[in-house]
């Protein structure tokens, strides 16, 4: 990511710094009337000057979320800027006849807008920084620790979002003409607010959609055991589960990529891929046990010498295991991760289909009266199917 400027260069100008600071020295010794309506106007424009300063602190950032343990900010610069200027704005209030209400009222939202704008920057550097180890790798071994990452990054994200809905909020009140007309760089401002806000909106849907595809992993990791177990009827249950599980965060990361920042395409483009991959390989599981069910089907068929009806049955596995075999061919997954589980599960499927191939041919020789070939046919099919039990 190249380096973000929430506000555009040049965009609080000088005039809107130095808002409020009045001329205090006169041209005599004489001291002035005070002028409650004076000290309204000039504690207002002391309010807007402040906040104005706050808010470019944010274009001071040297680099992206990319690297997010590189960026230095001190938030508490600008946060007491922010305190000062609700002093002078609740100085301008106290001193207020009543006919500035608006300009106050919308000089605190302005506040409010800065205000949130540090907030989300501050816990999208802390969430950016958790969710970094899910660049680094994606894989069964790494669970727990992949499980803490998306779980710790949760927590400032989750932050984020609740700045980013009172900011929100506070734009939605905010009379952007009066605010113009004070010297607030409003459309400066909320050009940065909206750009935070794709920023916040992205790694809330990234860290949503990694919670949900972890679980899905699980899934897959516990039916793969039952798999190897034979424990067939549960294993089906948890690839369904961990294919529903990879739709959804799927999903999740195709519908939120529009509204994130696009300097995040790449993460959502890894993150699409992982889902896409991960889904392949639990579905090819659900299509290798329909598969398997087929099977058993047919050698019952083969038993009570129903050979035509075994052969449609092996021969409707043996589809199920292609279509497997499809599925985990259609495109590479992320390079490096679920290798051994896309080997296994590739394995698998080869042994199975050629399990069905055999079982079917025997079915074909023994309909023929071919005793000795369904024989060795059917013993051929039985290596096949041990072969992939010892994938």
Not at 239 to 265: K, R, V
Not at 345 to 351: K, P, S
């Amino acid at each position: 990511m190249e380096r973000r400027r929430f506000l555009a260069a040049g965009g609080v100008g000088a005039s809107g710094l130095l808002a409020g600071c009045t001329d205090v020295l006169g041209d005599d010794d004489s001291v002035p009337e005070r002028d409650p309506a004076n000290e309204v106007a000039d504690s207002i424009a002391t309010a807007v000057g402040l906040t104005n300063t706050a808010a470019l602190s944010l274009d001071s950032v040297d680099t992206g979320f990319e690297e997010p343990d590189t960026i230095e900010f001190d938030e508490d610069e600008p946060r007491d800027r922010l305190t000062e200027a609700r002093t002078a704005l609740e100085d301008a209030e106290a001193d207020d006849d009543g006919s500035r209400e608006t300009e106050i009222a919308a000089v605190r939202a302005y506040i409010g807008i800065v205000e949130s704008m540090i907030d989300m920057f501050v816990e999208l550097l802390d969430g950016a920084s958790e969710l970094s180890d899910s660049d680094e790798s994606f894989d069964p071994d790494d669970i727990d620790r992949l499980r803490g990452s998306i779980t710790a990054a949760r927590d400032p994200i989750e932050r984020a979002v609740s700045a980013r809905t009172a900011g929100s909020e506070h734009r939605d009140s905010a009379d952007e003409s009066a605010l113009t007309d004070l010297d607030a760089e409003f459309k400066t401002v909320t050009d940065g607010f909206d750009e935070l806000v794709s920023f916040t909106d992205g790694f809330d849907v990234l860290t949503t959609g990694y919670a949900t595809l972890l679980d899905g992993v699980e899934y897959v990791e516990t039916a793969q055991d039952q798999f190897s177990a034979e424990e067939y009827d549960d294993a089906r249950v948890g690839f369904a589960d961990a294919t529903a599980a990879f739709d959804t965060a799927n999903s999740t990361f195709s519908d939120g990529q529009s509204d994130a920042h696009e300097e995040l395409d790449g993460e959502f483009d890894r993150a699409t891929g992982r889902s896409d991959s991960l889904i392949r390989l639990s579905s090819s599981h659900e299509s290798m046990l329909d598969g398997r069910e087929l099977l058993e089907d047919g050698k019952e068929e083969f038993e009570n010498e129903e050979f035509g009806a075994a052969s449609a049955a092996f021969s409707g596995a043996q589809e199920e295991f292609t279509a497997a075999s499809e599925e985990l061919d259609a495109e590479p997954q992320p390079e490096g991760e679920f290798d051994a589980e896309f080997n296994q599960a590739q394995c698998r499927a080869d042994n199975l289909g050629e399990a069905a191939d055999e079982f079917a041919a025997a079915a074909d020789a023994a309909d023929q009266g071919n005793f000795i070939e369904a024989d060795q046919r059917f013993e051929n099919g039985e290596d096949a199917l041990e072969a992939a039990e010892n994938c």
